[in-house]
């Protein structure tokens, strides 16, 4: 029986990496993997999946227009679905995606963040939190040696950005992952100083 999934986990966390993982792993044994990703990431390129440590694939990308179910009927049947930053996909999306699962009895497997720099559900992810049949989380840890669970946005000289568009896409020279104690602790010695 096919489930969707959704793993989560701060920046840094090797969601990306374990994404084309999963992939190598299904393609060995022969199975076929359609790999997409939203359009809204071209941090890699268009088309290009890439983990820090280097592994990259192309992938499908879909924009926010199109009709997830559809453009799986139009690239032909699969064994399952890999879906890397799931958390810019619609509401919509993340229901077809659904839609597949149950129609189509496709496992689909979705890697992304959960909450944006502010703590907040990117809508993608509120629905996939919503619908998911399993949930599990990829941990990484804070500088302090606790759990990351914060997509702390940073400026050039290393200061917490608390506003802005919920999307900014980047890497290491935007984000640092970090517990929420060090977060809120950073953000207060910045409006004292």
């Known amino acids: 029986m096919a489930k969707l999934y959704f793993k989560f986990g701060a920046m840094g966390s090797s969601k990306s990496a374990q994404a084309l993982i999963t992939k ?22 268009a088309d290009i999946i890439k983990s820090r440590i280097g592994l990259q694939a192309k992938a499908q990308i879909i924009t926010p227009e199109q009709d997830v179910v559809e453009e799986y009927h139009k690239a032909g049947k699969h064994d399952v679905i890999i879906c890397d930053e799931a ?10 995606l659904r839609s597949l699962v149950d129609d189509e009895d496709l496992p689909v497997l979705c890697f992304g963040l959960r909450t944006d720099f502010q703590t907040h559900f990117f809508p993608g992810a509120k629905r996939l939190m919503e619908l998911a049949d399993s949930m599990t989380e990829i941990k990484t840890v804070c500088s302090c040696g606790r759990k990351a669970t914060v997509n702390a946005r940073i400026d050039g000289e290393g200061n917490i950005i608390t506003e802005g568009s919920q999307v900014l896409i980047g890497g290491n020279d935007s984000y640092i992952a970090m517990c929420h104690k060090c977060w809120k602790d950073k953000i207060r010695r910045q409006k004292n100083a």
């Open 24 to 45: 190598f792993n299904y393609e060995e044994l022969g199975m076929t993997v359609w790999l997409i990703k939203p359009s809204i990431d071209t941090r890699d390129g």
């Open 87 to 96: 958390q810019f996909m619609t509401p919509e999306q993340i229901d077809g």
